[in-house]
């Protein structure tokens, strides 16, 4: 069984740069052409997919974070990373690092989150 | 893109069935039959409880059921139980090669 475990600083600055890292154990991400995604939760609110990424490269991201998201795979280290660019007090979130099934065409697989404040 | 619109609570008395419903277009719900539902208790991550609109994850109690109407999907919880008691999203895959999600149903087992 495949587990995910999200890493990476709990505050940033505003207009900086957020990034987060997720380590995947249990299995190569490789594995049965799984994609893997970011999703965030700000405090008391709903789910937002950020993006997701391919284990070749290809990369998918949600249109209303204008090009602030970078996603990318590092297969030798079985990671996976995500980059948010220019952030604000509104990108303060949980974020979720979590695989996409193909087969499912939904994420059945989450980390645990982590929490990152965006504050001066 | 917009969020999937769904009702902001709803609540049901043990052993009663409940539906929650999940409203997007024709570019999402309506486009595919990749409609899925998760459940969310407090401080925890989602949990996938429907995929592709009907299907159960092996694991997930036969009391959830998902269907769905043109571009509205639906969550029943049948034999409600306290344990049921949490954050419900739907999501769906869109005809941008995207994911959306609901803003969530918080359900109340009184």
């Known amino acids: 069984q495949m587990q995910l475990q999200e890493s990476g600083p709990g505050l940033a600055k505003p207009s900086e740069t957020l990034s987060l890292t997720c380590t995947v154990s249990?299995?190569?991400?490789?594995?049965?052409?799984?994609?893997w995604a970011w999703i965030r939760q700000p405090p008391g609110k709903g789910l937002e997919w950020i993006g997701s990424?391919?284990?070749?490269?290809?990369?998918y991201y949600n249109p209303s974070l204008k090009s602030r998201a970078t996603l990318s795979v590092d297969t030798s280290k079985n990671q996976f990373s995500l980059k948010l660019t220019s952030v604000t007090a509104a990108d303060t979130s949980i974020y979720f690092c979590?695989?996409?099934?193909?087969?499912?065409?939904?994420?059945?697989?989450w980390g645990q989150g982590t929490l990152v404040t965006v504050s001066s | 893109q917009s969020a999937l619109t769904q009702p902001a609570s709803v609540s049901g008395s043990p052993g009663q069935s409940i539906t929650i419903s999940c409203t997007g277009t024709?570019?999402?719900?309506?486009?595919?039959?990749?409609v899925s539902w998760y459940q969310q208790h407090p401080g925890k991550a989602p949990k996938l409880m429907i995929y592709?609109?009907?299907e159960r994850p092996s694991g997930v109690s036969n009391r959830f059921s998902g269907s769905k109407s043109d571009n509205t999907a639906f969550l029943t919880i049948s034999g409600l139980q306290a344990e049921d008691e949490a954050d419900y999203y739907c999501?769906?895959?869109?005809?941008?090669?995207?994911?959306?999600f609901g803003g969530g149903t918080k359900l109340t087992v009184l």
């Open positions: 979590a695989r996409q099934s193909p087969i499912l065409h939904s994420v059945d697989n």
């Open positions: 249990g299995g190569p991400i490789s594995r049965s052409n799984y994609y």
């Open positions: 990424v391919f284990y070749k490269g290809s990369t």
């Open positions: 024709t570019s999402d719900v309506g486009a595919y039959n990749y």
């Open positions: 592709d609109v009907t």
């Open positions: 999501s769906s895959f869109t005809t941008t090669t995207t994911w959306v």
